[in-house]
């Protein structure tokens, strides 16, 4: 039971450092909500950029509430899927095809829920 909890020990230590890489090493720029009644369409849409001193990828939310605040609507997605995004460099994303389209919609928020290293 030692030599398995060393040997645990040892392979964990020399795994990269990956704790300067959570939601606040991330930032959206950019975010725009631009609805098209005509069409029933919503854009949700900005750029995701990574701060954080290595490769990463971080998981967004976007929430949509009518004017008195009620959640209409709330979607998750990953701007870069699958990818990590390099540091200093962005990603655009537009989670509007996410969303059902609601005339009531009329406050959005976004933000970081979640970083993973692909």
Do not use: H, Y
């Not at 030599?3 to 392979?11: D, G, K, P, S, T």
């Not at 704790?19 to 005509?38: I, K, L, W, Y």
């Amino acid at each position: 039971m030692k030599v398995l909890i060393v040997a645990l020990a040892l392979a964990t230590a020399s795994l990269p450092a990956f704790a300067d890489c959570t939601a606040t090493s991330f930032g959206v720029e950019g975010f725009q909500a631009t609805p098209n009644p005509r069409e029933r369409k919503l854009s949700l849409a900005g750029k995701l950029v990574n701060k954080c001193s290595e490769p990463a990828a971080a998981q967004i939310r976007i929430v949509a509430k009518d004017a008195g605040g009620r959640v209409l609507s709330s979607e998750d997605g990953w701007p870069a899927g699958t990818a990590n995004i390099p540091p200093g460099q962005s990603v655009s994303f537009d989670l509007g095809p996410l969303f059902r389209f609601n005339p009531e919609m009329s406050e959005f928020s976004v933000s970081i829920v979640g970083v993973r290293k692909w």
